[in-house]
């Protein structure tokens, strides 16, 4: 006998009790009664079991009907025993919480008046002869074996025996085989019929035509082809229609015609998402009378949005999101739309044009209107609608002052995404007592405080407004799990972010906040010290003090970025320790002083390293080689310390606040700093500005995967080591206004991905190597001005001459060559950062990955790790 799980037993046997006494005969064989069970089960007293005395149980509940063991926590084999039960008409488990199986379901066959069977998600992997098996059932109405990774589909059944059959559920299931032949479409009485993503293909079967009793049909998410057969007239009981995720590839209106006439005004679901539709809607259609769900999201349709939409009086949800509508909707279009309750146009042209003293008939839950176009008003039929869920009408050209209703009808909204119109006004000075989880009213000219959070509140974004003032001192919200600020003339100071446990993103640079960064008091009774941030960006404010010592409590960290700010004091030697995931840090443009600390070296994530335009001094430590993430070109799809938003599976659900195309899984501010999903793959060290002295470490060569490198304006002396020819992926490299001399290494001329050098004002000598990749970059020769020891091309001193010409001579060649070299290579540096200029102009992303690192306008790179706002699907 085989374990079964304590708890199961126990329930099981409760519920063989009950069926028995209390609940025998008074249960309906067919649907379960579920008030009935409960009482039930909560009266009884449960008593403890052996597994040795299931059988025995079993055999000792010889007149059961009823047996449901669904939502209770069963767990492992089906006893066999089940078979005993021969008066059995009702059967249903479920095993959502654990692994139910059976390896053979012949006890099945023994329960010969089974009208019911639900066995959906129970593992029978190993079951071939399912179909004989269920076919020996001949009382069997309902049959549902969905997600019960069943394999085999025979083509047909010699005998059916299934002439009861209404019910057939087998969604889930890897059949991996053509559609036709297939059994169950000889089980002609079948009116219900479940085949989502059985890994069927081929054409659409014309068995259908013969299925004339069908009222349900799902066969989306296989790999069907080609448009439904022309003989389905017969269908005149169909009601609701599932073909999502297939691929019709056909027309819209040709699809219409082919839809059984005489089922039209029963026909209440029709749902074709992502089936590849195409054309326009027809302009004129026998309306569907009943048609309560209408879904054709994600084809490709195109033309306007036809008349007859608006006698659908009965249509609750209208989805026609991703498709090329375009076109005016009125009211002519919307005032029949009594029922109406969710409205889905996102990602079409779709313009909603109403008279503004116009009264919807509809109340809505959802509005889904991304990139219509309502604007340039607020539209004031949104005034009517105060049950709003789920809003969202980002990008749809609204330029207007947000009106006082509309902070009223949002109240109780729950995701609320106005996102990049030009709504001003200030924010609601009751917007903690707002019910949103979600709010993005970002890219918009909304101005004035930031009031006091919604307390249920997750995500908010309010960047690239015009609010101003300080940050409420208690911000509410202690959900918060991202937090984007960005790009606003907020001031004052930050208050502590330690309370929030859950956040993790973190943006509010690009402000004017003050003062130094606070620090967590956890005492020590606290039990939950340590925060979750992931990314904070705080760059590009006028925040002073020291580095911020709460994030020692912060051992999630990858992102910092602190650039452009006051802060000072000296690096914490306990970065390397306290911020084990740290691959992104950057500083630059604030007063940090002294050395680099060794302990840095330990962070053997750190792939981008910022410290340019500080204080630093001392020298570079040699341990700069334990930087693995300069050393190894990182594959981030396998990788678990950035969270990749693609891996997560979880979307945005319908409101589209924060989605993202493919390219877009990292996206950096504004239009000069727009990373395409490049930044994660951006190694980069760059010490510029510093007063770093003695020479560059040799080992500087083993950080192989280094996309840029720059230790300009610094100290560094000694010779450019050798080794700086491994560097093969470097695109820019800078080690300018330092005191190197020496030979410039030959190796270098071995950087093939090479586009940006500066060896300029140094005390390198000798002659200048000449490979090929260093005759096409585009700034030479201003390369190598100020180091009057070169020669050779491109360089208009050449090597052999100046050996020739006799020392007094050359000096004064010397001086009059200086001057003229100088102002050629003046002119050449103009030249040469005005072509740079230009190319940067016209070529976007040479721009972000080369030229951002000089230009300190162009460089403040931020990293947006985009946000998931899996709530959303709890509010649908
Ligand atoms: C369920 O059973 C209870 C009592 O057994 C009965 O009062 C109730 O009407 C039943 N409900 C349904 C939906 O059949
Ligand atoms: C119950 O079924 C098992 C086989 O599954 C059988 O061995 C046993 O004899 C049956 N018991 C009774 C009481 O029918
Ligand atoms: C189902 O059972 C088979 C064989 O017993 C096993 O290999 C498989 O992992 C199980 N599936 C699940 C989802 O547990
Ligand atoms: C039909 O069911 C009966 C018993 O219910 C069984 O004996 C017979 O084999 C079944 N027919 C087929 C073709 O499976
Ligand atoms: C698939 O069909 C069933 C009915 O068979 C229906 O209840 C269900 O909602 C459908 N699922 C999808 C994803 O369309
Ligand atoms: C849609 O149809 C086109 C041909 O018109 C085909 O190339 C494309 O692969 C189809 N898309 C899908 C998702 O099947
Ligand atoms: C329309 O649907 C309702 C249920 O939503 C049903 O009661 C009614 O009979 C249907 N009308 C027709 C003509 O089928
Ligand atoms: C949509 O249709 C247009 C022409 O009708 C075609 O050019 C385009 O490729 C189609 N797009 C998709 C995704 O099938
Ligand atoms: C809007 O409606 C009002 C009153 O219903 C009417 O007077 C006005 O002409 C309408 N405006 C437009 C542009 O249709
Ligand atoms: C916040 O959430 C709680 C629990 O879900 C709920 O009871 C409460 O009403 C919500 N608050 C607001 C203002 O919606």
Redesign the pocket.
Known sequence: MHMLHVSCVQLAIVLFLLAQTE?SG???AH?P????IT?CITTESCNRFSDQQVPEFLSSLHNLRYLSLSHSSFNGRIPPQLGNLSNLRYFSIDSNFGETYSTDISWLSRLSSLEYLDMSFVNLSTIVHWVPTVNMLRSLKFLSLSFCELRTSPDSLLHSNLTSLETLEISGNRFNKHVSPNWFWDVTNLKHLGVLACQFHGRFPDQLGSMTSIVVLNLSGNNLVGMIPSNLNNLCNLEELFLSAININGSIAEFFERLPDCSRSKLRTLVLTMSNLTGSLPAKLEPFSNLTWLDLSGNNLTGPVPMWIGELTKLTDLELSSNNLDGIMNENHLSGLVSLERLSLTFNSIAIVVNSTWVPPFSLTDVELSSCILGPEFPMWLRWQTRIFNLDISNTSISDKVPDWFWKISSSVYTLNIRNNQISGLLPSTMEFMAATAMDLSYNQFSGPIPKLPINLTNLDLSRNRLSGPLPADFGAPGLETLFLFDNYISGTIPSLCKFQFLWLVDISGNKLTGSIPDCSFNTSTKNTSLNIVNLSLGNNKLSGKFPSFLQNCQTLVFLDLANNQLSGPLPVWIGEKLPSLAFLRLRSNMFYGHIPVELTKLVNLQYLDLAYNNISGSLPESFVNFKGMVVTRDYHNDDKIPDPFASGMSSGDNEMMDFTDNFNVVTKGQEQLYTGEIIYMVNLDLSCNNIIGQIPEEIGTLVALKNLNLSWNAFSGNIPDKIGALVQVESLDLSHNDLSGEIPNSLSALTSLSHLNLSYNNLSGKVPSGNQLRTLDDQPSIYIGNPGLCGPPLSKSCSQTELVPSAQKDHEDESEKVFFSLAMGIGYVMGIWIVLCIFLFQRKWRAICFSFYDSTYDRIYVQVAVTWASFKFYK
Request: hydrophobic share 10%; net charge neutral.
């Open positions: 609940c008074g249960i309906s649907h009664n579920e008030t009935g009482r």
